[in-house]
């Protein structure tokens, strides 16, 4: 058995070549819609996602890259681009009796529209495979021997029964898909109808076929079977309410393209709206006789228009997001372990990280940023200045410096003699050595960074329990009775937090060291989200400044998939000394960190692992915190009490520069 873990992070490369971007590769167990009724491999995947079995009894590896390309060519070659409108043009169909059909995908309405809709849908996801797959061969043969190795491992661990029913032909196909000779399954059928299928079969593997060749072989093929059918299997159910990947697929393809008539019509309003004739443009046109004819475009109806297909595109996207999934198309995802601390063992490739950029969001917060800087970047610079540098080299040949170069003396002197004008460095100078320092900060987003870093003075009540130390609103003199202005926005955390990792950006840019910013948070451990500001080498800028601005509180704390990803990143960064400094408010918790909801101790001991393992990469790891009840869990948490405990929130910046001093000095 091979593990889908393994080899998910070249695979991953491999698709992103395939695709021309990346997309997440996940386990189908990972994700949380129901198992389709219908056996359809292009059903396997979500708009940014591929989904593929766990495990996968196969002769190599290279089986995965064969189930994702055939996934990635229902792509190319044009399966949920299918059109109900096309497939009308080709042949004849019924009106649709339903009047909310055009909820669901045109592929689900094709299938309602025919005689026997589970059956034509059974047979579709055969004959589409089957062109699809002779598509992708025709297209990649570098993938043919693999496919065929793979097939021919699965063809041998199957028993070759009798066909003798309905079912037996699906079965059938399968075992033709495998790489069965039509010979071998003509012998045994019973029923006489597998070599009238194959025969429908073999048209769909030319070049030329598309999606609605298959759609039509499907319906010839149901058109044999039918006579033989009694009853539909009771495995075969279509269902609109079903959120199968497969009929979301087709709708994400259908809202595409409500997207791109949406921008035709904001381009003929625009263009109606620019003219003074009463909203009215006249278009003259040549028409097929070669003389002009008038056509009017009336604004309101085309805004009409307009506004419905907006809403008709936000619901369905809303709809599309509820059925499969928040979308991470700009994001990457890596699985890392967990520590399980009641057994003593990892949980292998237990958590998914997601990483994608932050990007600027507005200019209101950054003013506040730069603001914070001119307060405490003197502070802080002062005592980064203090650190020493990590060594000095003797640097030769120069015009200036504390002591002569014999060697350049002596090349000087062979000149002379030679007649030849002589160089005139001749001293040698003491010089800093490059500080080779990178460095992590690592902020932590849970929501609660969303609370007030002001703590509001608690209410004392009489006897009788009514509040004693309140203004009374009806006294004139009373400041409350002052001219009202408006209140300023309460300091959260967060804001604090962006303040001092900006004010140590802007120190650290001074000091050439290479650093880092990330932010983390998630939901549960599927979804643990890892935010990058400003990426390691990655040079700073306005944009870095915005991405920083738009740092956010989010949802829940896992640490251990955070601090594991930032050593990774931190271990390839190939510096001498490595720098990892947590930012939090709060312990790790999160929605299944540990095997009961609130069980805190899961949560510190893989944090606690995770640090150790960074301390054992030879990173040095600091945690700052301005959680006044840190102490009670960072002692555990943190290797070496490599920790601190903010009590004034606002002394952040200067703690953390303080930190950075003791860590690099």
Request: some cysteine.
């Amino acid at each position: 058995m091979i593990d889908l873990a393994a080899t998910e992070q070249t695979l991953a490369l491999f698709v992103e070549g395939m695709a021309g971007r990346y997309l997440h590769i996940k386990a189908t167990q990972e994700f949380s819609s129901r198992r389709l009724s219908i056996d359809l491999a292009s059903a396997n995947q979500t708009t940014d996602t591929l989904l593929l079995p766990d495990q996968l009894d196969a002769p190599s590896a290279s089986a995965y890259r064969v189930l994702a390309l055939e996934q990635l060519a229902y792509r190319e070659f044009g399966t949920f681009g299918f059109s109900l409108a096309e497939m009308r043009s080709r042949i004849t169909l019924p009106e649709p009796e339903n009047s909310n059909a055009g909820r669901a995908s045109d592929l689900i309405q094709f299938f309602y529209l025919c005689p026997q809709p589970a059956l034509i849908a059974q047979w579709f996801a055969i004959a589409e495979r089957t062109r699809v797959v002779a598509r992708m061969e025709r297209a990649y043969p570098g993938i043919v021997k693999h496919a065929r190795a793979y097939r021919t491992h699965q063809l041998q661990a199957l028993d070759l029964d009798l066909i003798e029913t309905i079912d037996d032909l699906a079965r059938m196909a399968s075992l033709n898909h495998l790489g069965a000779t039509p010979a071998l399954l003509k012998s045994l059928d019973l029923t006489g109808l597998v070599a009238p299928i194959l025969a429908q079969l073999a048209t769909l593997s030319t070049t030329t076929t598309d999606v609605y060749h298959s759609a039509a072989c499907a319906m010839s093929i149901a058109s044999l079977i039918a006579p033989y059918l009694n009853e539909v299997p009771a495995n075969l159910v279509i269902s609109e309410a079903e959120n199968e990947t497969q009929e979301w697929m087709q709708r994400e393809a259908r809202l595409q393209n409500w997207e791109e008539d949406l921008g035709q019509l904001e381009q003929q309003a625009l263009s109606i709206a620019m003219l003074d004739a009463n909203d009215i443009e006249v278009q003259q046109t040549e028409d097929a006789e070669g003389g002009l004819r008038t056509t009017e475009l009336d604004l309101k109806s085309i805004q009409n228009e307009r506004d419905v297909l907006q809403r008709r595109i936000g619901m369905e996207k809303s709809a599309i997001r509820d059925a499969l999934g928040d979308e991470k198309t700009n994001a990457r995802s890596y699985r890392y372990d967990e520590w399980d601390h009641l057994h003593q063992r990892y949980l292998k490739h237990w958590c998914r990280l997601f990483e994608e950029r932050l990007e600027p969001q507005g200019d209101e917060d950054i003013l506040a940023l730069k603001q914070a800087v001119d307060v405490w970047r003197h502070r802080v610079q002062q005592q980064l200045e203090q650190i020493k540098p990590l060594g000095y080299q003797r640097v030769r040949r120069v015009t200036d410096g504390d002591e002569l170069d014999f060697n350049a003396i002596i090349s000087a002197r062979q000149d002379i003699r030679a007649g030849q004008t002589p160089d005139d460095r001749l001293y040698s100078r003491r010089q800093r050595v490059h500080r080779d320092v990178c460095a992590a900060l690592l902020v932590d987003l849970s929501a609660s960074t969303d609370d007030s870093v002001d703590i509001p003075e608690p209410v004392e009540y009489d006897e009788e329990g009514a509040p004693v130390n309140l203004r009374d609103p009806f006294d004139d003199d009373d400041p409350c009775h002052a001219p009202l202005v408006p209140p300023e926005p309460e300091r959260r955390i967060i804001d604090v937090q962006r303040e001092a990792v900006t004010v140590m950006a802007g120190a650290l840019e001074q000091l050439g060291d290479s650093y880092g910013i990330y932010g983390f948070s998630g939901y549960g451990k599927d979804c643990v989200e890892y935010y990058v500001a400003k990426d390691l080498n990655q040079p700073f800028t306005s944009a870095t400044l915005g991405a920083i601005a738009a740092m956010q509180p989010k949802r829940s704390t896992r640490m251990g998939p955070a601090i594991r990803h930032t050593t990774q990143k931190l271990a390839n960064s190939g510096n001498a000394l490595k720098v990892l400094l947590m930012i939090s408010d709060g312990f790790p918790q999160d929605s299944d960190y540990g095997p009961e909801r609130g069980d805190h101790k899961w949560g510190l001991e893989d944090s606690a692992r995770a640090l150790r393992e960074a301390q054992e990469k030879g990173i040095e790891t600091f945690c700052v915190t301005v959680d006044r009840s840190g102490h009670d869990y960072l002692k555990t948490m943190c290797p070496d009490a490599r920790y601190m405990v903010i009590e004034e929130i606002e002394d952040l910046p200067e703690a953390l520069s303080k930190v950075y001093s003791a860590l690099t000095g």
